[in-house]
Nanobody, 121 residues
Framework: QVQLVESGGGLVQAGGSLRLSCAASARTFSDYAMGWFRQAPGKEREFIAAASRSGVGTYNADSVKGRFTISRDSAKNTVYLQMNSLKPEDTAVYYC??????????????WGQGTQVTVSS
């Protein structure tokens, strides 16, 4: 069982930055690829970023490419999402997720509880 706890959300003005953190309880953090999703009111959950188990490989959705950066720190069992140049349309609840080797991001095994990000215009 892996517990994921997000932090770092809040209210920010358009053009500002936030860094989200997700601390994992896994004894073997490196066994899991880590990802970030978001869900805006009335919209489906969107997969926006992922980091491979080693952290070398990363993915960013087109909607956040060039503005958001995912990274992971194995010493701290933590994955980060640095969000720059925030826009009002980035307002959503942001979720951290972990998936095992062989599974897909359509159904990661573990989810965090979510953290609210609100971007004012």
């Amino acid at each position: 069982q892996v517990q994921l706890v997000e932090s770092g959300g809040g209210l920010v003005q358009a053009g500002g930055s936030l860094r989200l953190s997700c601390a994992a309880s896994a004894r073997t953090f490196s066994d899991y690829a880590m990802g970030w999703f978001r869900q805006a009111p009335g919209k489906e959950r969107e997969f926006i970023a992922a980091a491979s188990r080693s952290g070398v490989g990363t993915y960013n959705a087109d909607s956040v490419k060039g503005r958001f950066t995912i990274s992971r720190d194995s010493a701290k069992n933590t994955v980060y999402l640095q969000m720059n140049s925030l826009k009002p349309e980035d307002t959503a609840v942001y979720y951290c997720a972990a998936r095992k080797r062989g599974s897909s991001w359509s159904s990661p095994e573990y989810w965090g509880q979510g953290t609210q990000v609100t971007v004012s215009s």
